[in-house]
Every structure is written in structure tokens, then in C-alpha cells.
């Protein structure tokens, strides 16, 4: 894609979640600040500010975990071993298990809602307890990022749904 479709493909994303009631209704919301090649979440947090969500991102701890840390407007950030943008000081933090809608960045993803990380299981470790109620997962990626189907490991977390610049897919779980 070229530099100007993956800006269009962001805003029209954005603009797609920003409509939905998964959206509307969160008051907590976890999203990555995109790096490489992942969608841009840029327009996506615009909007959550705009709408006076609270927003909170990822920071990994001691390789294994995430925290989810409340990112505010200037805030001052750094790029961990990955090269992944995260807040350069401690925050607020608060629990995945507490967040009401959780953006994940992914390689892949298929029609029964399993997706293909980056590798490190950090998402599905944070998310490995969840509960019926808790956080709705939704990955955020380019509609050419679908693929007919994934292999699934038993310790994989399903998505409830995907956003794409062309569409929002909703899984059954």
C-alpha cells in the first residue's frame, strides 16, 4: 500500500469504530500506538480523545506482561526493545480485566475471530483469565490482513470482532 492509502485506510477504520456501540459505550479504552507496518492508530486516538475516552496503552514488563498505563495529550514518551512507542513515565495504570474495549494490532486474522500476533503471546496472557463481561477484544487491521483461516493453539484469545477500512467483522465466541 502506498504511503497515501495507509492514511485513508486509518481514518476510514477510525471513522468505522468511532460508529459502532462497542465504541460509543466504552469509557475505558486500550489501544497500541501502531508501529511498522500496523494500522495507524493515529485517527483512532483523535478520536477517542475528541469523545473524552480514557485511553490507556501498553508498556511490557519484565518481557512477559502488559500494563495498560492512561496516556494523556503531550505526554512525554520512549521506544522500548522493540522499538514500540510507550509512555516514559509510570502512570495511572489499569487492569485489562477492567478496560471495557481493547484494540490489539495483528498480523492476520480469519472468519472465526483467531488472530496472528507478532509472536510474543502478551496479549493472550493478559487476556488468558477473561470472563464473560469483561473487556471486548477487537483487532484493528487492513481488510488484506483476512485470511481464510489461522492455525489456533488452545492458549490463543479469539477476537469478539475486527475493524477494517471496509468493514467490521463481529465473531462469535
Known sequence: MTPAQRRRAAEQAARRLARTSLFRRARHLALYLSHGSELDTGPLLRCCHAAGKAVYVPRVLDGQRLRFERLVEDMPMQRNRYGIREPALRGARRG???MDLVLLPLSAFDTQGHRLGAGGGYYDRAFAARRSGGP?????????QQAAALP?????VRLDAVVT???LHVFRN
Open 96 to 98: 485489562a480485566a477492567r
Open 165 to 167: 477500512e471496509k468493514s
Open 136 to 144: 471486548r477484544l477487537v483487532g484493528y487491521a487492513y481488510a488484506l
Open 152 to 156: 489456533a493453539e488452545p492458549w490463543d
